[in-house]
Structures are given as C-alpha cells and as structure tokens.
C-alpha cells in the first residue's frame, strides 16, 4: 500500500519510538535527587490502552486517499492524543504524589515532550492543509492549546513538579514575567525610533549603507554575554559622570547595558528590512505616482510605507522574537527577567526550575511570531 502523507508517516513514527525509548515521566523522592523514568509502555495499562487508538489511526491516515475530510479528522485525533498524553501525566503524578507534606517530585520525561511535540505538529500540518486562507488558519491554530488550558484549568497538572515550582515561586515569577515584557518593550520602541530613520537613510543614500551595514554585521557576530561585558564600564563611567543618569537607574549592570545591546543586535535585521521594503516597491507605482503629481512627501507616506510596511514589520517580528531570546541571557548581567529564574534552576540542578523560566519564553517567542504574522497575513490580505 503506498504511503499518502509522508509527513504523518514520519511523525507518528518518531512519536512511537519516543514512546519506546525515552521515560515518559521520572519521579524522584525530592527536587534536589535525579529520578527514575517510567516508560510509557508501563502506564499504558487498564483503561489507559485506549491511547494507542489515536496513534493506530494516525497510522492509518497516513496511506489513506488525502482530503479535507481526512486533514480535519487528522487534527482532532492529533488533539485527542495530545489531550490523552496531558491526562496521563497529570493522572501519573497525583498518583505519585504521596500526599500533601510528601517532597516527592514527577517531572515530565523526554518521551512525553517529544509526544506531545510530535502531536502539535501532526495537527499544524493537517491544518496547514485543510485551511487554505492565512488568516483562517492562523486563527484555527489556536485551538491547538486548548487541552492544555483546559487541564489547567481542571488542575490536573497540580500534582506535577512544574507546577509546584510555579506554585512555591509564583510572586517571583509573576515578577519576572513582567521585568521580560518590560525588556521587550524597552528594545522594541527605541530599535524601532532608531532602526526605521537608518533604513531610509541607506536607501536615500546607498554610499551610507555599505558602511551602516558593515558596522551593524560587526556588532551582530559579537556574542551577546560579551556585548553586555563590554558595556559594563562605559555605562558605569556614565553614570559616575552624570549623577542624574545613575538616579535614573542607569548603571554597569542591570537594565540598561541590556536594553543598549539588545537594541544594538536588533538594528540590523530592522535597518535591512526598511532597506528591502523599500526597494521592493516596483518603478511603475512610483512613476505614476509622479504622474499624478504627488510630492516627495506624498509618494513616501501614500504609496511607499503602505507597499513596504509588510516586510518592515517581519523585521520587527525578528526582532521582537530575536529580543525574547536575547533577553534570558541579560540576567546574568541583573537585568531580571525570566532568565533569572532559569539561572537559578542551573546553578541548583532543578530542571523543573529551569522549565519553568524556559516556557514562558518560547510560548512569549510563539505568540510574538504568531502576533506579527497575523498583521502582516492582514496588510497583505487587505491590499489585495
């Protein structure tokens, strides 16, 4: 029988051998002591069999005849099995947990975040393939967290040891979250005051732009941990210099070496995006829009901006998505920050810890994505 979807194949395959080979959870006496794994193969027992009938029909779907009937039914049961692979994680560890004074921990194994990778993906395909307008299928994905918002909100996850350090941490991390979001907001508004006005000065002026482009290519190969660094003394001369900066907050450490690093690595893919959206606009348009007689300022803000804004905000969607990474390292150089956390679950080997600063990024990084993405499907969509 021919395969149809190899994709499906690929993915429900590497899903099966996540199950076999990797620990689907690992419980340990308490967060300080690596624990042991416990397979999948071993819970999937009693009532839980009924998990092997998604993967069964995944399977199937694979060599079936492709349409949007089969990609529909491919994301429900891709969002069945995601919802049954939540369930038994938290179902595993209640029944762990060894009562409420017990320190015992049940973290989440490589075996289930391969799984529910898997899974997640399985779905985006299907849907990828079932809904052919952007801004449809932009929506649509969204449903994809549902199970996970649902067993939240159940407290199903309770029991497990990602929730109990969010549970034991949870002003610091509210605390972090928001230091994060100050820090993005903080590189995006002036990368983008700064970044937008270079951008038309190296289209206006091309002599400019091998030089602006060199210099920007320099600063963006310096690794950030070293960037920080070397702004460390400076700004702290700075701010021994102008006592009214220091009272302001301006120092060797903390926020501000970060916010000018970070805004130094975000102007590059800014300055080329104004550049590219620019030139993207074809002679044609402009000349008529000569024709028609409209002056320099006119053609720039009427016709310019509205055919090159698409492209300059996926600059800014790298950058804000770049700056979200970017920032978890400027912990180290006390900026808070989420980072903060994930350092402290290094430095006390707490991989719980560590997760608990780590997800809020990438959900952060996917919503930004999905954010910016959105807008630019719209313009586009809009100006059609």
């Not at 309770?158 to 820090?183: G, P």
């Not at 190969?221 to 660094?229: D, E, K, N, R």
């Not at 919503?367 to 969509?381: G, N, P, Q, Y």
Request: charged share 10%; hydrophobic share 60%.
């Amino acid at each position: 029988m021919a395969v149809k979807n190899r994709v499906l194949l690929a993915l429900v395959i590497l899903m099966i051998l996540s199950g076999i080979g990797l620990s689907f959870v690992s419980h340990a006496p308490n967060r300080l002591i690596s624990g042991q794994g416990i397979s999948l193969i071993s819970l999937i027992k009693g009532p839980v069999w009924w998990l092997l009938v998604p993967l069964l029909m995944l399977s199937a779907f694979a060599f079936a005849k492709q349409n949007i009937v089969l990609y529909w039914s491919t994301v429900l049961i891709a969002e069945v099995l995601l919802f049954g692979l939540l369930f038994l994680a938290g179902t595993t560890a209640a029944q762990l947990a060894g009562g409420e004074e017990s320190l015992a921990r049940t973290s989440l194994g490589g075996g289930f975040w391969l799984m529910s990778g898997m899974s997640i993906l399985i779905a985006t395909d299907s849907l990828s393939r079932a809904v052919v307008n952007p801004i449809w299928r932009s929506l649509a994905n969204i449903s994809l967290i549902l199970p996970v918002v649902i067993l939240l909100a159940t407290g199903q996850f309770d029991q497990l040891s990602l929730m109990k350090e969010y549970v034991n941490r949870q002003d610091v991390f509210n605390d972090a979250l928001w230091q994060h979001l100050q820090i993005l907001l903080a590189t995006l508004v002036p990368a983008v005051v700064l970044g937008i006005p270079l951008g038309l000065l190296c289209f206006r002026s091309p002599r400019f732009q091998g030089t602006v482009f060199s210099t920007l290519n320099i600063i963006q190969t310096i690794p950030s941990i070293a960037l920080f660094g070397l702004l460390i003394a400076p700004l702290a001369g700075l701010a021994a210099a102008v006592p009214w900066l220091a009272e302001h907050g301006v120092s060797g450490i903390g926020l501000a070496p970060a916010i000018v690093a970070l805004v130094l690595y975000a102007l590059l893919p800014l300055v080329r995006s104004v550049v590219a959206g620019l030139e993207a606009v074809p002679d044609s348009v402009v000349e008529s829009a000569q024709g028609m007689g409209m002056t320099r300022l006119q053609l720039f803000f009427r016709v310019q901006i509205p055919i090159a804004m698409p492209l300059i905000l996926s600059g800014i969607r790298i950058v804000a998505v770049q700056t979200v990474g970017l920032a978890v390292i400027a912990a180290l150089i006390g900026a808070g920050g989420l980072g903060a956390i994930v350092f402290q679950g290094l430095l006390s080997s707490a991989l719980d810890l560590v997760l608990l600063g780590v997800i809020p990024v990438i959900v952060m990084a996917v919503v930004v994505d999905s954010l910016f993405k959105f807008i630019v499907i719209f313009m586009d969509t809009s100006h059609r």
